[in-house]
Nanobody, 115 residues
Framework: QVQLVESGGGLVQAGGSLRLSCAAS????????MGWYRQAPGKQRELVASITNVGSTNYADSVKGRFTISRDTAKNAVYLQMNSLKPEDTAVYYCSLRSGVFWYWGQGTQVTVSS
């Protein structure tokens, strides 16, 4: 079983920055990839950014150039640096971890960007 604990959400003005953190714990899992998804009210959950165990990254077009995903393999942690935030970035952000065919999710952290 894998547990993901997120932190770093909050309220910020447009143009501001936030940094999300997620740490994975548990036993006997292979970390293939970690990432961040978000879900705004009335919308489907969408990929924001992901990073594989060899460091390959993938970003949603809407956040390219503004968000940066990084990882600390020793800590099984992933981070999302969010700059130049926009009101449309407001959502609950979820940390994800893929281990083989299994996916694990954090509880979510709210990010609210005011205009």
């Amino acid at each position: 079983q894998v547990q993901l604990v997120e932190s770093g959400g909050g309220l910020v003005q447009a143009g501001g920055s936030l940094r999300l953190s997620c740490a994975a714990s548990g036993s006997s899992f292979t970390l293939n990839a970690m990432g961040w998804y978000r879900q705004a009210p009335g919308k489907q959950r969408e990929l924001v950014a992901s990073i594989t165990n060899v460091g390959s990254t993938n970003y949603a077009d809407s956040v390219k150039g503004r968000f940066t995903i990084s990882r600390d393999t020793a800590k099984n942690a992933v981070y999302l640096q969010m700059n130049s935030l926009k009101p449309e970035d407001t959502a609950v952000y979820y940390c994800s971890l893929r281990s083989g065919v299994f996916w694990y999710w954090g509880q979510g952290t709210q990010v609210t960007v005011s205009s």
